[in-house]
């Protein structure tokens, strides 16, 4: 069977017709501050809808966009929100699809990852519906076009423990991605207090803070930091806002953050 992981939600997160949603990525990724940044070896990208988190996405994806043409592959790192589970998951899809066509998994690595045992495992459910790798496919495949992806759905696991396995297998042409928000549904205020002290442990790549965050993709990001303190990977905040600088009301808002890591 020819597996490919079709879009969960298109029109929903992001546009559903290609033309709109390369017009919409290539007019983010243009407007964005970051300049592309050759030494960067990671980001950490919010996952909400375009329409609320697309600057902040781009800007993350703009400093990755100097590695066109040059990534190996690319890991994501995302949190299950759906599915509650012990481990990381991978699932052997040949292809994950979106209205900008087709993105290679790399089958290979993840075929490694499984063969070393706890904490990777081979489950299909929590990728059926989840959001959070799937709305950086596009970002992706603009940025960096023809790039495999390895990804990797985060439940209840060690972020260190996840960490000191990637080890071993990352290159030096590999990038990696974190997929999270910050905090959810405090006033803006409130948030904007609560998303620096989470920010300011990040930056100090104090992974075992960011673990205990509030931040929906936590052990995604902490793994990401782990790594990076590992391998001396320099941490940069690239862009901060919040749900309500999208008119999305300051009562209850989303925090965003975009940083890249740099080695």
């Known amino acids: 069977m020819d597996l490919v992981r079709p879009p969960a939600v298109a029109g929903l997160f992001y546009p559903e017709r290609g033309e709109a949603l390369l017009s919409l990525v290539e007019g983010l990724l ?12 990671g980001v950490l990208s919010p996952h909400a809808g375009y329409r609320y988190a697309g600057k902040v996405m781009a800007e993350a994806f703009r400093a990755l966009s100097a590695w066109r043409g040059r990534a190996r592959r690319v890991f994501l790192l995302g949190p299950s929100h759906f599915v509650p589970f012990s481990g990381v998951a991978f699932f052997p899809y040949r292809a994950w699809r979106t209205p900008l066509g087709e993105v290679a998994v790399d089958l290979e690595g993840g075929r490694r990852l499984l063969g070393r ?16 790798l ?12 023809q790039t495999p992806i390895l ?4 439940g209840e696991v060690d972020p260190g423990e996840v960490a000191e396995a990637l080890l071993g297998e990352l290159g ?37 803070g960011v673990a205990q965050g509030e931040a929906c993709g936590r052990l995604p990001w902490a793994t990401l930091t782990a790594l990076a303190r590992a391998l001396g990977w320099e941490p940069r905040l690239l862009a901060y806002a919040t749900s309500a600088e999208a008119g999305g009301g300051e009562e209850r808002v989303v925090g965003y953050g975009a940083l890249a890591y740099v080695g």
């Open 30 to 41: 243009r407007g964005a501050q970051t300049p592309p940044k050759p030494q960067a070896r």
């Open 117 to 132: 045992g706890a904490p990777f495992r081979a489950y299909r459910e929590p990728f059926l519906e989840e959001h959070s």
């Open 134 to 145: 799937e709305v950086l496919l596009p970002f992706l495949q603009v940025a960096l076009p």
């Open 151 to 154: 990804p990797l759905l985060f």
């Open 172 to 208: 030096q042409k590999d990038l990696v991605v974190a997929s999270s928000d910050l905090s959810h549904y405090h006033p803006d205020s409130v948030a904007r207090e609560l998303d620096a002290k989470t920010l300011r442990r990040a930056l100090a790549l104090d992974a075992e």
